[in-house]
Each structure stands twice: as structure tokens, then as C-alpha cells.
């Protein structure tokens, strides 16, 4: 399946990489869900993230507080208070380190309240996002909030294609327990 393109692509995308990713959990042994992830020994995974979670709940977290970023950039453009979909004083080339601190904030979140706000988050995206039209979705600068880009764009990237990131890395740390 490509990215999401409508809407009806971008709900069944988004529930399917969500079970897919609890499929994942579920199947991961109870030695894999408690062990301290580590990628130092594979060269093909530089990328900060790989270093930045450190388990399980770091994951979900991260993408519990990307799902926040979503509803409350769409909730304040909607309520016509302009914002950002990144806060200040982060940008696309430093959202780097915004993650990072959000990494930080959820280091004393226990696991189950980290599976609760993220089963939760995602259902109030779902939610949100269910109010518009394919076309308030993805026809490009629909909403001039948007940018040159859609609606849609910004969900798939925080739905299913974050979700799908996320069981790329608990599999490759679960395969260490195989």
C-alpha cells in the first residue's frame, strides 16, 4: 500500500498500521518488553532516534505527544488562533531536539500509563480527523494553515506512517530475543 491519498485510504491506513504495531507488542516476549534497547552494534542505524528510545514506553510516548502536536495545531487553526504545527521555537530542521525533550518530559511515565494516552491519543485523532471531507483533506493549501501542503499529509505522517516507524524498531529490537 502507498501513502494514503483520501480519506477512506488515510482511516484504513492509520487503524491497520495501529493493530498491526499492538500485534507487534502482544507478540514481543516479556525478557524483549523489559530490555533496554540497543542498536550500538548495527551501522545501518544511525539516525538519533535509534539511540534517543530506550524501550517500549519512550516509543509510545513519542508518538502519544506527536498525536498531541497534531489535535492541537488543528483544534488552535480551527478556533482561527494562527499556530504553527511545530512550537516555538522549533522548526523542521530542529525537531530533532524538540524530540528529544519530549523524550525527557515522559522518563518517570510508567508503560501502562504510556499504552493508556497513546490508545487513547489515537482515538481523539481519529476522532478529529473524521469531521473533515477527502477534500478538506488533500486538496493541497485547502486550509491556508497547511502551508503548500495538505491536511492529510500531516495526519498520515502522524498516524500511519509514525506507526509504521515504530514497528520497524520494536521489531528489530524483538528479533534480538528470537
Known sequence: MGRPAT???MVEAANMKFAQLWQVIDSMSEESLT???????????????????????D????????????????????????SNF???PYTWKTYGEMNNELWKKHQKTKLADAKTMFKASHRSVMELTERFSNQELFTKMYFDWTGSTTLGSYCVSSLSSHYDWAIKKLRAHAKKFS
Open 7 to 9: 480519506k477512506d485510504e
Open 35 to 57: 530490555a533496554e534497547f540497543d542498536f550500538s552494534n548495527d551501522s545501518n542505524k544511525r539516525e538519533a532516534h535509534w539511540k534517543r528510545d530506550k524501550n517500549l514506553r
Open 59 to 82: 516509543v509510545l510516548v513519542h508518538l502519544y505527544e506527536w498525536h498531541q502536536l497534531l489535535l492541537n495545531w488543528i483544534r488552535s487553526n480551527l478556533a482561527g488562533n494562527r
Open 86 to 88: 511545530l512550537p516555538e
